[in-house]
């Protein structure tokens, strides 16, 4: 798949994924288009926001994709994610502009596993 050809969906879409991070764990449902995430940070400080945002992506390797998006109370995500070799890297400004940057293993849900 050319990483430049937008009509071909990402690995990702109409697929749920939970994310684990240090202190952190959310779930993130992608549409079947794969332009908008549904999310659930299911532990940690943020534990039980959750919504509904418009996201775009850029695959930069085979399988791996950089995915970015905000959320409804403003605060900004952006995904590193191998869905091969099940790793994430997210770079997270929370609305008190607190910047994070995390890592962490990255897994499939079952449609009946996610929060959402």
């Not at 959310?26 to 549904?38: C, E, G, I, L």
């Not at 085979?62 to 070799?85: L, P």
Request: net charge negative; proline share 3%.
């Amino acid at each position: 798949m050319s990483m430049h050809d937008k009509t071909l969906l990402p690995t990702f879409a109409g697929r749920s994924f939970q994310v684990e991070y240090e202190g952190l764990s959310a779930h993130n449902v992608y549409s079947a288009d794969a332009r908008s995430v549904r999310y659930a940070i299911v532990s940690g400080p943020y534990a039980g926001a959750s919504g509904e945002a418009a996201c775009q992506w850029q695959q930069i390797a085979d399988d791996v994709y950089v995915i970015s998006w905000q959320e409804a109370d403003g605060a900004t995500v952006v995904h590193v994610d191998d869905f091969t070799a099940g790793h994430s890297q997210a770079f997270f400004t929370a609305t008190n502009l607190t910047f994070y940057r995390m890592q962490g293993p990255l897994t499939e849900l079952a449609p009946q596993e996610s929060a959402l």
